[in-house]
């Protein structure tokens, strides 16, 4: 089991960079696949990026390509999310997820096993 708590979020004016981290309990990090979610009000949750275990692939959804750039540190037991050029539709609750496991990046919210309380991310126009 994995215990995630996502932390970084907040309010950025469009075209700026927030970084998103999510710190996880135990010590069986680096054998989960992990994801980054987001839902807006009103709207379904929709993945964002996921990296397999050891960070050898990564992908991301069509709407933050090139703007966003998923990471992990298995030693700090940690992974990141680095956003730039926000844009007011990326406004949302950011959640991490993991599964256990090693396989091409799950895209289903119903796939990932464990989830954070999510952090709020606000991008003002």
């Known amino acids: 089991q994995v215990q995630l708590l996502e932390s970084g979020g907040g309010l950025v004016q469009a075209g700026g960079s927030l970084r998103l981290s999510c710190a996880a309990s135990?010590?069986?990090?680096?054998?989960?696949?992990m994801g980054w979610f987001r839902q807006a009000p009103g709207k379904e949750r929709d993945f964002v990026a996921g990296i397999t275990r050891s960070s050898t692939r990564t992908d991301y959804s069509d709407s933050v390509k090139g703007r966003f750039t998923i990471s992990r540190d298995n030693a700090k037991n940690t992974m990141y999310l680095q956003m730039n050029s926000l844009k007011p539709e990326d406004t949302a609750i950011y959640y991490c997820?993991?599964?256990?496991?090693?396989?091409?990046?799950?895209?289903?919210?119903?796939?990932?096993?464990?989830w954070g309380q999510g952090t709020q991310v606000t991008v003002s126009s």
């Open positions: 997820a993991a599964v256990w496991g090693d396989f091409d990046i799950k895209k289903v919210s119903n796939e990932y096993r464990y």
């Open positions: 135990g010590r069986t990090f680096t054998l989960y696949q």
